[in-house]
């Protein structure tokens, strides 16, 4: 009864007037819209040739009749209106009510909200729905995210269907202009960080081509760990189905590090030759030692051209040998996703065949004990002229572990690569446009620094845990990382499985497993170890430790035999140290990765959010204190409301180093008459959702949020 329209109401704009009525007719069941309306142009004075309305007419949802017949539509000729005045004051008063419907009207929540009119989704949920998509949150989950914040789900001022045409409008705006958008974010990125850098290929037509990038974090890691790194173009479901490539490498803890992105629209030989052209450019010209990648055949005639920037080259899906200098692998989850392909019944999880299989490619060690490995499982299983075992085994130098031998960290396929594609596809959802891609992909760097942050804290502060007591690995904790001292520990313990022989005094002993009975008949039982340089170095026929960069538990074992008690210098590779990264000295290490948080805006966003956040626990409290709270919010709106117009674009710190006000001389607005000075325009009828959005930006009014009004 308090929200009858009556004539004679006054309101101060045509948007307040709108939101009352709609307020009203939310309460009784029937949805509102704008409907004809009057305007004026002044002919005289300050306002001279402005449009100026003077009527608006404010209808309910079922005025009107469809223009078909046999239609859907809920219009049929409803009366029931308020007609609006302008008054002199530049307000709006009401000049005619009616109330009568001829429909039914709606008796629930849920069919109240099918109307348009009260379909109203305020901007700060709009904001808050379109930070959740961008981090990939499902729509389900964003829905009942958005329960949460209402009170429950019933709550929601909006159903799930309106949700989703918000979700496409919202990527709709994502996809437009999104070369400009990106520039964006870099020309940010660069002003945050001088030593970010990136480039771009463009085609005759001044398109990208390929774009590539670098930060300066990555730069100085690549410094590091740059000698082991892999590269993959696997990851292709943004908008414009362009592969994402990423150069991934690991750090002294073991995890994964990314070096830079890549955003290719083709994958032909001109891009991978400009791609690794520009990041070895990138990184200062440093080649790396080692490449692992899974490309097209295409990559593979680029290769000879890498030769001088890398050693070793491993490819996936490589036919050719190209160099001696080259040996070309498939990575190991290849070789598995397509024995599953391919073997049919024979490769499922109820079949024996699988199991072996994986010992097989995981455990052998030695050439002799893959291929004796190899002739059994073809016996066991009669395999010998299968389609798919023997054109593998006919490539086998391409993807057998035995058959490799260097530097690479550990990383014979691509799995740390394949695990930061994993990670990535957390950040970013599918169709994401360019700019979105690499702003995600900056928070993806952030959790990759935040993790490795958090090993370094755990290796500087945290107490060594030792498994074995051996000297030797109480000489390790002082050499690796915490994580890297947990794997030198599990060698140790596995060396006590094998007994040494002496072959020749401190130059050649034998190792032979204690229990060769319960190993696998085509697994190595003895591994000869070799001593040069009077002890300073071990070299075993298992060529682990080249390819790990660590000592592996044949080489320990006899290093236990001879009483050593710390691992030679010669065996103690830099890159998994506790001081992998010490070029800067002491005094200046932990300045390396710290820029501040009062760089930037997101600062005073964060003091504000939690300051804002505690007013609303305390309005929260009651009825009074909500009342309070929100006038007091609403009069600091008020208040700063010209101050938000003017952005000084500069960070917290360039603030507090040099302090300066900015004040601001409100113009005043000269009062301008009508009546005599008007002339009439037109009569507009205009029943499109879009003639309401005009009318808000006639006025400073800050709509009611729905959701408080029901």
Sequence with gaps: RDLCPQIGLCFDSLPEAYEYYNLYSWEVGFGIRYSRSKSYKCKSGPRKDVVYRTVQH?????????????????????????????SKDHGWYIKECKLQHNHKLSRNRGEKLCWPSHKHIDQCTRELVRNLRENNVPLTKVYSILGTYFGSTEDIPFNKRLLQNLCKQISKEEANDDVRKTLDI????????????????????????TLIWVNGKSKLDYRYFGDAITFDTTYKTNLHGMPFGLFVGVNNHFQSIIFSGVLMRQETIESFEWIFREF???????????????????????????????????????????????????????????????????????????????????????????????????????????????????????????????????????????????????????????????????????????????????????????????????????????AMLEMFSDHIFDSAAYNVVEVEVNKKYMT??????????????????????????????????????????????????LGVDKIPQPHILKRWTKDANDVLPDYLAHLQKDRGSTRSQSFRHASLHVAALELVAIGDKNVDCYHDVLNYMKDGTKKFDEMYQQTDRRSLQELLLAPI????????????????????????????????????????????????CA
């Excluded at 079922?62 to 005045?85: E, H, Y």
């Design 512 to 561: 032979i497993h204690s229990d060769a009975s319960k190993r696998e008949k085509w697994s190595k039982v003895h591994y000869e170890v070799t001593i040069s340089d009077d002890g300073g170095q071990y070299h075993c026929e298992c060529r682990l430790a080249e390819h790990m960069g660590m000592l592996f538990c044949h080489s320990i074992r006899v290093m236990l035999r």
């Design 280 to 482: 070895t450019s990138l990184m200062g010209g440093k080649p790396p030692v080692t490449i692992l990648t899974e490309c097209h055949t295409m990559y593979i005639l680029y290769v000879p051209y890498c030769l001088h920037i890398c050693h070793l080259i491993h490819v996936c899906h490589s036919a050719y040998c190209l160099s001696s200098l080259l040996i070309d692998m498939w990575c190991k989850w290849h070789v598995l996703k397509m024995a599953k392909e391919r073997l049919g019944s024979i490769y499922t999880k109820y079949s024996n065949f699988k199991p072996e299989f994986h010992k097989l490619i995981n455990y052998s060690i030695t050439v002799s004990e893959f291929e004796a490995a190899w002739e059994e499982l073809l016996e066991k299983y009669d395999l010998r002229e299968h389609h798919f075992l023997t054109p593998i085994y006919e490539s086998r130098h391409r993807w057998a572990k035995p058959y490799f031998s260097g530097i690479c960290a550990k990383m014979t396929s691509t799995q740390q690569n394949e695990s930061a594609n994993h990670m990535l596809k957390g950040y970013v959802p599918p169709g994401a446009p360019m700019h979105l891609f690499v702003k995600q992909y900056n928070k993806l760097i952030a959790d990759r620094i935040s993790k490795e942050d958090s090993e370094n804290q755990r290796t500087r502060m945290g107490g060594v845990v030792l498994k074995t007591g051996w000297p030797i690995e109480k000489h390790a904790a002082t050499v690796y990382t915490s």
């Design 186 to 209: 870099f020309t940010k990125m660069r002003d945050e960080d001088p030593s970010f850098v990136y480039t771009a290929d463009l085609d005759s037509d001044g398109r990208i081509r």
């Design 661 to 708: 006000v900015i004040s601001a001389e409100l113009d005043s607005e000269e009062e301008a008459g009508y009546g005599a000075d008007l002339e009439e325009v037109n009569e507009v009828t205009d029943e499109d959702e879009e003639f309401q959005s005009d009318l808000e930006e006639e006025s400073d009014f800050v709509k009611i949020n729905t959701v408080f």
């Design 58 to 86: 404010i209808v309910c949802g079922c005025q009107g009749f469809p223009q078909k017949q046999n239609t859907s539509s809920v219009r049929c000729g409803c009366k029931a209106m308020i007609r609006l005045l302008r």
